[in-house]
């Protein structure tokens, strides 16, 4: 049974930094594409960011140069590196992940707000 569970999320000053978490079950090498989605209140789920087996990235425009997506086979987990939080980042984030036969999981979701 595949598994996403993120962490990381809490309350930040404009201007901060998080580190979100996703741990994946049962392995993230079965996964052939991770990534990190989040919606705002009142606001339809969009792209944060996505990682591919073979290293590809893409970002959203309104990140680009300041969030980073990685993630550690070893561990089983991806991340979210976010540095120069601004308040309309804050939203829920989901984890994300499509497996090789092209099934979605989704994570439960963190808060995360940006606010001074």
């Known amino acids: 049974q595949v598994q996403l569970v993120e962490s990381g999320g809490g309350l930040v000053q404009p201007g901060g930094s998080l580190r979100l978490s996703c741990a994946a079950s049962?392995?993230?090498?079965?996964?052939?594409?991770m990534g990190w989605y989040r919606q705002a209140p009142g606001k339809e789920r969009e792209l944060v960011a996505t990682?591919?087996?073979?290293?590809?990235?893409n970002y959203a425009d309104s990140v680009k140069g300041r969030f980073t997506i990685s993630r550690d086979n070893a561990k089983n987990t991806e991340y979210l590196q976010m540095n120069g939080l601004k308040p309309e980042d804050t939203a829920v984030y989901y984890c994300?992940?499509?497996?090789?036969?092209?099934?979605?999981?989704w994570g439960q979701g963190t808060q995360v707000t940006v606010s001074s």
């Open positions: 049962p392995s993230i090498i079965s996964f052939y594409t």
């Open positions: 990682l591919t087996s073979r290293g590809s990235t």
């Open positions: 994300y992940a499509r497996s090789f036969l092209h099934n979605d999981y």
